[in-house]
């Protein structure tokens, strides 16, 4: 079983996948929309009337938080580089397993997607840590793993 700063969030760009930075969390959610399809035919074997459901949409979000740091992290998505995606831009992302040096080198892919930065909010509490959070909206299919990263 891995522990969970083994699981990344990696973002792709020019080819290139790089993990977001001085991560602290990391969560996906996914919901489906459903609409009631229930008609006077929908009865079971006893004549009793259940509600029967249909899946008409799918969403998903990817929340994250990590810390700020000063100066520029080239091996990773720092702060900056993520404020400056929060527009109307598609990103690639994948979520996977990590390992080596600072949990950068990536391994299994759990998950993988498309979305948009839809939130980046920084806080700073006096004698703590500068962090921030941010969520990424999904666009299109979730694209379940496992599958290996292999460096174009």
Do not use: C
Not at 22 to 49: C, F, I, P, R, Y
Not at 88 to 105: C, F, P, V, Y
Not at 124 to 147: E, F, H, M, R
């Amino acid at each position: 079983m891995d522990k969970g700063q083994h699981l990344r969030l990696f973002i792709t760009e020019n080819s290139s996948d790089k993990v977001v930075a001085m991560s602290t969390e990391l969560s996906l959610h996914g919901s489906a929309q459903t609409e009631n399809s229930t008609t006077k035919d929908t009865t079971d074997s006893t004549g009793a009337v259940w509600d029967e459901n249909d899946v008409v949409g799918r969403t998903y979000d990817i929340n994250f938080s990590a810390l700020i740091a000063s100066g520029t992290d080239t091996g990773g998505k720092t702060f900056a580089d993520i404020l400056a995606k929060v527009d109307d831009e598609i990103i690639n992302w994948k979520i996977a397993l990590a390992s080596g040096e600072q949990n950068r080198t990536m391994g299994r892919i759990i998950v993988s997607g498309q979305g948009k930065f839809t939130n980046v909010q920084a806080t700073g509490q006096v004698s703590q840590q500068a962090a921030y959070s941010g969520t990424i909206n999904g666009y299109g299919p979730l694209v379940p793993g496992p599958q290996q990263h292999t460096n174009p």
